[in-house]
T-cell receptor
Framework: GEDVEQSLFLSVREGDSSVINCTYT??????LYWYKQEPGAGLQLLTY???NMDMKQDQRLTVLLNKKDKHLSLRIADTQTGDSAIYFC???????????WGAGTKLIIKP | DADVTQTPRNRITKTGKRIMLECSQT?????MYWYRQDPGLGLRLIYY???????NKGEISDGYSVSRQAQAKFSLSLESAIPNQTALYFC???????????FGPGTRLTVT
């Protein structure tokens, strides 16, 4: 069945770039998403990319999609303490309207 | 006011008790979802509803039931709570065209 995988933790120094990676298995994905969950809060959509795109940039965020390898990444430039959160990768499947979720990557910022 | 609200935000209950978690939305979306979140497991879908008359089981529906009282309201019930249902529960909504989901703040449920 469909699966989305992420590493559980990433630790970076404040001011460095963070790169969070995700792999997925279903080649019929239409959209791929990055959600952010801050402590004690629900998930909020951070950005998304349509499956026919390779890259999307939005201020400090860059999303790269490699469809051949089924690999998605989120780069956060100049990482700040406010970026501390859990980041979820999710894919939508064209056959239904559900999202398939990764387990989430906890981003830890070191001073 | 928040677009998706959940009540209660926190609940401690005992094994065997019946409990209901409620979700309301003001986004006018047809689709509503209930997820549970466990550390290291991400989000797992419990039930989803595409409209008031269309309710579907998700990945982990055993031990749960739902009711879609109106377009804006979707409640989740645990008929007889057990400790491994201790988790963070999220309600989410989406519209009929796009896949983006909007989440409530979550309900932290502890079953002792």
């Amino acid at each position: 069945g469909e699966d989305v995988e992420q590493s559980l933790f990433l630790s970076v120094r404040e001011g460095d770039s963070s790169v969070i990676n995700c792999t997925y298995t279903d080649s019929s994905s239409t959209y791929l998403y990055w959600y952010k969950q801050e402590p004690g809060a629900g998930l909020q959509l951070l950005t998304y990319i349509f499956s026919n795109m390779d890259m999307k940039q939005d201020q400090r965020l860059t999303v790269l999609l490699n469809k051949k390898d089924k690999h998605l990444s989120l780069r956060i430039a100049d990482t700040q303490t406010g970026d501390s959160a859990i980041y979820f990768c999710a894919e939508s499947i064209s056959s239904n309207y559900q999202l398939i979720w990764g387990a989430g990557t906890k981003l830890i910022i070191k001073p | 006011d928040a677009d998706v609200t959940q009540t209660p935000r926190n609940r401690i209950t005992k094994t065997g008790k019946r409990i209901m978690l409620e979700c309301s939305q003001t986004k006018g979306h047809d689709r509503m979802y209930w997820y549970r979140q466990d550390p290291g497991l991400g989000l797992r879908l419990i039930y989803y509803s595409f409209d008031v008359k269309d309710i579907n089981k998700g990945e982990i529906s055993d031990g749960y039931s739902v009711s879609r009282q109106a377009q804006a309201k979707f409640s989740l019930s645990l008929e007889s709570a057990i400790p491994n249902q201790t988790a963070l529960y999220f309600c989410a909504t989406s519209d009929s065209i796009y896949y983006e989901q909007y989440f409530g703040p979550g309900t932290r449920l502890t079953v002792t």
